[in-house]
T-cell receptor, first 115, second 112 residues
Framework: DGGITQSPKYLFRKEGQNVTLSCEQN?????MYWYRQDPGQGLRLIYY???????QKGDIAEGYSVSREKKESFPLTVTSAQKNPTAFYLC??????????????FGPGTRLLVL | SQQGEEDPQALSIQEGENATMNCSYK?????LQWYRQNSGRGLVHLIL?????REKHSGRLRVTLDTSKKSSSLLITASRAADTASYFC????????????FGKGTRLHILP
């Protein structure tokens, strides 16, 4: 059963704490993405990766870090430098065909709350 | 950076009516995609239309693309309560092949 999974579903962060959100896919997609969604808003791109061991900053990368050691996995760390981390975080993956972005497949999301 | 902008921001219609949502964008694109998001869930891909296509259908969905006006529309015919969701357009920009850019979405509410 192919798909993309995120864990945990809910995550609580204490002030000054780093937390890591998991994203795994078994779709054999090269590209993976992290988005942040605030209430009533669209998606803003945090980081993306098109190949293992390489990733690029999106529009709102400050206060976040990622790694891409395996094709299947793209974890996101929300660092203490991110002062307003409360949001819904979505991970996605896709193939890239002929240089153009194709359909993105999304995980169910992680809701991060600050204690 | 935001490329697509959906219109209207919110839409309420009676069950059985047709729902039309529009998306405008600013630069040349490779393709335009529409996604649906139920409350508190991830996005689900609905349809992709390439820059050389003008119309695509999928079940009760019809998407049009007018590259001269840099706009697209999503039509849902014979709406159902289950269609209640937010709908987003996303564009793959030409010369920016590494990502797609989402609009803020249209919140659709189907009234019983």
């Amino acid at each position: 059963d192919g798909g993309i999974t995120q864990s945990p579903k809910y995550l609580f962060r204490k002030e000054g704490q780093n937390v890591t959100l998991s994203c795994e896919q078994n779709l054999n997609h090269d590209a993976m993405y992290w988005y942040r969604q605030d209430p009533g808003q669209g998606l803003r791109l945090i980081y993306y990766s098109q190949i293992v061991n390489d990733f690029q900053k999106g529009d709102i990368a400050e206060g976040y870090s990622v790694s891409r050691e395996k094709k299947e996995s793209f974890p996101l760390t929300v660092t203490s430098a991110q002062k307003n981390p409360t949001a819904f975080y979505l991970c996605a993956s896709s193939i890239v065909r002929g240089g153009a972005q194709e359909t993105q497949y999304f995980g169910p999301g992680t809701r991060l709350l600050v204690l | 950076s935001q490329q697509g902008e959906e219109d209207p921001q919110a839409l309420s219609i009676q069950e059985g009516e047709n729902a039309t949502m529009n998306c405008s964008y600013k630069t040349s694109i490779n393709n335009l995609q529409w996604y649906r998001q139920n409350s508190g869930r991830g996005l689900v891909h609905l349809i992709l239309i390439r820059s050389n296509e003008r119309e695509k259908h999928s079940g009760r969905l019809r998407v049009t693309l007018d590259t001269s006006k840099k706009s697209s529309s999503l039509l849902i015919t014979a709406s159902r309560a289950a269609d209640t969701a937010s709908y987003f357009c996303a564009t793959s920009e030409r010369n920016r092949d590494d990502k797609i850019i989402f609009g803020k979405g249209t919140r659709l509410h189907i009234l019983p």
